[in-house]
């Protein structure tokens, strides 16, 4: 199954929007494939606000999350991979989510068949027998 993150990420922020809350999220800025504003990350995370009327050009997807924004006054689009995503929660109540750090690289891209089967995981499977 895919990850439950980017479904919640996105749940959580349009349920933050709808409760007139600013939605913030907090950034593993060490993450690979992290572009987001060097200035502004501190101890290695990165705080940004989601609130409409901070960035343009929001795109939310299973994979990232990317935007273009103003930091100091400089125009930047930020790259923001799902597995970087920390927490996201409200400003002002501090209500929202925070995730389990991510610390697997994501899986590589398929690149055909291999001879070798597949290696357990160590966790149970469930199969439908007939």
């Given at each position: 199954?895919?990850?439950?993150?980017?479904y919640?990420?996105?749940?959580?922020?349009?349920?933050?929007?709808?409760?007139?809350?600013?939605?913030?999220?907090?950034?593993?800025?060490?993450?690979?494939?992290?572009?987001?504003?060097?200035?502004?990350?501190?101890g290695?995370?990165?705080v940004?606000n989601?609130?409409?009327?901070?960035?343009r050009?929001?795109?939310?997807?299973?994979?990232?999350?990317?935007?273009?924004?103003?930091?100091?006054?400089v125009?930047?689009?930020?790259?923001?991979?799902?597995?970087?995503?920390?927490?996201?929660?409200?400003?002002?109540?501090?209500?929202?989510?925070?995730?389990?750090?991510?610390?697997?690289?994501?899986?590589?891209?398929?690149?055909g068949?291999?001879?070798?089967?597949?290696?357990?995981?160590?966790?149970?499977?469930?199969?439908?027998?007939?």
């Amino acid at each position: 199954m895919n990850s439950s993150r980017p479904y919640l990420i996105r749940a959580l922020y349009e349920w933050i929007l709808d409760n007139n809350c600013t939605p913030y999220i907090l950034v593993n800025a060490g993450y690979p494939g992290t572009a987001v504003p060097e200035g502004f990350v501190e101890g290695g995370q990165i705080v940004l606000n989601l609130s409409p009327s901070a960035i343009r050009s929001l795109d939310m997807d299973n994979d990232r999350i990317c935007f273009d924004g103003r930091f100091g006054g400089v125009a930047q689009q930020v790259w923001i991979p799902i597995g970087a995503v920390m927490a996201i929660y409200a400003r002002e109540n501090g209500q929202g989510m925070v995730f389990e750090i991510d610390t697997e690289t994501p899986p590589p891209q398929d690149e055909g068949p291999s001879d070798e089967p597949p290696k357990p995981s160590g966790r149970p499977s469930l199969k439908v027998v007939k």
